[in-house]
């Protein structure tokens, strides 16, 4: 068994925003003016936003460094050569601060009012996971596959979700527990279904993707194998190698709660 990831202790009431990005010069300021915005408007700006500039051949990591002077609670990670958004995601929850811990794209492809409510409800379950409604604006195709994924989850899993890959916030103590391995697509899948087996309370809220957002480049064969791999390890670590670990369901909170 891989050792659970440690950190620094946790800031109660903080939220930790890691954003990878990966050639996103046209829209990573974009991205951190929504999450600063809504930090300082939801969490009175206790969030600390960690940029992993994963080895960017563009502008990026100046850009980073720009918003880093000028947004308080802001600091850049540089990788020379890409590593993947597993990798960017466990290095900054390894050195993540807050009490809670999500993910953000670095396009900037959720809407600014989806990153407001997820801060907004932050503290209404120990896990707040999202889904988007707005899903023309992938395609067809793309909707398809993703609800087949879902529907596949919900069958091997148990995990009653709307969307399996939605935005998420995380209890990051419990979040270090879980041996999270993917190193790309499918990580949102494998931290969701890990989570959600836990005993743990959870909560969907509904949200919409930006129309002028890159269009998703999750349709590759590379990532078709990763999330394959991902997946049968996930069914072996769920139902034998840590049955017990990730023997439980998670107890839904509803939406209308407030």
């Known amino acids: ?113 989806l990153v407001r409510d997820l801060f907004r409800h932050k503290d209404s379950a120990d896990v707040i996971v999202s889904y988007i409604m707005n899903t023309e604006e992938r395609g067809s195709l793309r909707h398809v596959i993703s609800t087949l994924f879902s529907m596949t989850y919900v069958l091997f899993f148990g995990i009653h979700l709307k969307y399996i890959n939605g935005n998420t916030v995380w ?40 129309k002028a957002a890159t269009k998703s480049q999750a349709i590759k064969f590379s990532n078709l194998v990763e999330v394959i791999g991902t997946f049968l390890r996930l069914v072996w670590q769920v139902h034998v190698s840590r049955r017990g670990f990730y023997g439980f369901a998670a107890r839904r909170v509803s939406i209308l709660a407030n």
């Open 171 to 210: 209890p990051t103590r419990l979040l270090r527990e879980c041996d999270i391995r993917a190193r790309g697509y499918s990580i949102m899948a494998e931290t969701n279904v890990k989570m959600l087996r836990r005993d743990v309370s959870f909560r969907e809220i509904p949200g919409e993707m930006n």
């Open 1 to 113: 068994m891989v050792a659970p990831a440690r950190g620094p202790s946790s800031v109660p009431g903080m939220v930790t925003a890691v954003v990878p990005a990966l050639n996103e010069e046209r829209n990573l300021a974009a991205t951190l003016a929504s999450i600063k915005s809504a930090a300082d408007e939801l969490a009175g700006g206790n969030a600390e936003i960690i940029v992993v500039n994963d080895g960017s051949t563009d502008a990026t990591g100046r850009v980073a460094d720009e918003c880093a002077k000028t947004m308080p609670g802001v600091r850049v990670i540089h990788h020379t050569v890409p590593h993947g958004v597993g990798a960017s995601f466990r290095e900054a929850l390894a050195q993540a601060q807050g009490e809670k811990f999500t993910i953000f794209a670095g396009d900037n492809n959720v809407s600014t009012a």
